[in-house]
């Protein structure tokens, strides 16, 4: 499997309460949640960004609550995956269990917020077309591309049982 | 096999003969939690799957304490839901406001969570419980309407990093200046995916409240939990709220950690942590010039009543400053009766102060006492990022209550030795 996005790039520590804050979270209408998404760092965001948009982070993206609002509100954005240098561990599982696309590899610094990235799920490759270079992903653990593969936890579940 | 007392935990937990770190383990889960933002998404991927019966009604708990009393239409559509839930699903334990607290004080007062146990919840601060020498840790919404199905989470046994404590604690110093401090030392992300295991002479002596705030910011490091051995102080605690399950794990002598880091803890002043990460500490006489227009007293981290004896001890006989704002809100119902029958609240509320009903309130910017534009606070809060009290553009500076009381008789931040 193929996508093709363009990059939105952010630094490290972006936390829960900037990819939704927490005066949004008497709601889980994905629309609602998308059209305030990464608000408190940048107020346009969610009008400039369009579907199939990629987010580029430093380290520890997601850090801060667990709220699942912020990978709903990720997905109402349009955004298809986010790639950082690590992730903060419930913002990861949470991703991982609602089928939102993360991936990790080590230095995200030649990315630039306008890149277009190829990502290749299959050879677990990310190509800047724009900069014409290649990274590879770390890979999932086995476990993991479980659950991924299943459809998100739920649907895992449902399977195991 | 040598294990931390969080692999003998997890072990328990699961069918497994043996595990180590980087094992990816399905775990039996004794206590699931969800709250009034976290719990609706839960209860509707529940609902959506099916499955009809929840996997053990006792062991789930809901806790409608975020945007409650109720701040608006759609928060109290939002607590509704997990009443509804709950009747529809006979839930033992859901608190209704007038019985309720914020979760993480409310579930060990309780006596719903306790050494040896394995607890999930929808909210980053079940790291809390830790301190009673549980694992403990916060999921999504997603993995709790599983543990609602199956009783069992997924989860990847961690490395475990041991902090130990050594020495006697100065005065007005606690719980929250050793964990602050710890944060500033190893960083936001410090601790990520790994357990972080509080011990050393000092942590013997410490009391619960202080054990509770340490265990309860191991996520502001990015831990997966924090925990302590259960010992003495532990055990008298479960006694007087009447736990009757009690496994008391401890670390084996050759267990192995990922690695050792060792605090005198008689160098750790009053901690200060400045915006807009908790990793920001310093030793609260390095920010004397910042002024402040509230400050906040309470929260899952520093809502318990002996934080309020330490706030009450500060306020008693003084004025909170004329440009500042005090609010002070108990944890639970139970530490609020405390606090007036101990005469506390008649100290807050002479000072000048407000004294509130139990919420997570302004900690997290969601009512009682959101930041204007340019605004700063100090808070006995655990996260002090962007925008979380109110505006992107205001400020929040995280401490104890005896500073953050000092700083509100002071206009600015003190050292409640200035007063």
């Known amino acids: 499997m193929k996508f093709k996005g363009k990059v939105w790039k952010f630094g490290n520590d972006v936390n829960t309460d900037e990819i939704i804050p927490a005066r949004f979270l008497n709601t889980q209408d994905e629309k609602e949640l998308g059209a305030h998404c990464m608000e408190d760092i940048d107020v346009t965001f969610a009008k400039k960004a369009s579907k199939g948009d990629v987010i580029v982070a430093g380290k520890n993206f997601g850090c801060g609550s667990s709220r699942e609002h912020a990978q709903i509100s990720l997905k109402g954005a349009g955004v298809s995956c986010v790639i950082a240098e690590s992730f903060a561990r419930i913002f990861y599982r949470n991703a991982i269990n609602v089928g939102l696309p993360i991936f990790e590899i080590k230095d995200t610094s030649d990315i630039n917020s306008g890149d277009y990235l190829e990502i290749d799920l299959d050879k677990g490759t990310i190509l800047n077309l724009s900069e014409n270079k290649e990274c590879k992903m770390q890979p999932l653990p086995k476990f993991i591309q479980e659950i991924i593969r299943a459809g998100g936890l739920l649907k895992w579940v449902k399977k195991r049982k | ?419």
């Open chain 2, 1 to 419: 096999m040598a294990y931390t007392i969080t692999e003998k935990i997890l072990l328990a937990h699961t069918k497994e003969k043996a595990i180590s770190p980087g094992d990816f383990i399905y775990a039996k889960i004794d206590m699931a939690l969800g709250n009034d933002v976290t719990a609706p998404i839960a209860i509707k991927e529940f609902e959506a799957s099916g499955t009809g019966k929840v996997f053990d009604r006792k062991k789930i708990a809901l806790v409608p304490d975020h945007f409650t009393p109720a701040k608006d239409r759609k928060s109290a559509v939002q607590a509704r839901i997990l009443k509804d839930f709950a009747d529809k699903h006979r839930i033992e334990n859901y608190f209704e406001l007038g019985r309720m607290g914020v979760e993480h004080a409310l579930l060990p007062e309780k006596g719903l969570v306790g050494p040896g146990d394995l607890v999930i919840g929808a909210d980053s601060h079940t790291c809390t419980y830790g301190a009673l020498g549980a694992f403990s840790t916060g999921v999504g919404s997603t993995d709790l309407a599983a543990g609602f199905i199956t009783g069992c989470v997924w989860l990847k046994v961690p490395e475990t990093i041991k902090f130990v404590y050594r020495g006697k604690l100065g005065k007005w110093v606690g719980g929250k200046d050793l964990i602050l401090h710890t944060i500033g030392d190893i960083g936001v992300d410090g601790a990520l995916y790994k357990a972080m295991e509080f011990t050393g002479d000092a942590i013997k002596k410490l009391p619960m409240d202080d054990r509770f705030s340490m265990c309860n910011m191991a996520i502001e490091a990015g831990g997966k939990s924090g925990i302590i051995e259960p010992d003495a102080i532990t055990l008298k605690y479960e006694r007087s709220v009447n736990r009757k399950r009690i496994v008391k794990f401890k670390s084996d002598r050759d267990a192995k950690y990922c690695e050792v880091r060792e605090y005198d803890v008689k160098k750790i002043e009053p901690q200060v942590s400045a915006p807009h990460l908790p990793s920001n500490a310093g030793a609260v006489t390095k920010f004397k010039n910042v002024k402040i227009d509230q400050s906040v007293i309470g929260s899952c981290t520093n809502g318990r009543i002996s934080d309020f004896r330490i706030a009450a001890k500060v306020l008693k006989g003084k004025k909170v400053n004329s440009n500042v704002r005090l609010i002070i809100i108990p944890a639970t119902q139970k530490i609020y009766l405390e606090a007036i029958k101990e005469g506390l609240a008649k100290i807050f509320i002479d000072a000048g102060g407000v004294f509130s009903t139990p919420s997570c309130g302004p900690c997290l910017g969601g009512h009682l006492g959101i930041l204007g534009k340019g605004e700063r606070a100090i808070a006995t809060t655990n996260r002090n990022f962007r925008g979380r009290m109110g505006h992107p553009e205001s400020e929040v500076y995280l401490s104890n209550p005896a500073v953050a009381a000092a700083s509100a008789i002071k206009g600015r931040i003190a050292h409640p030795d200035e007063l």
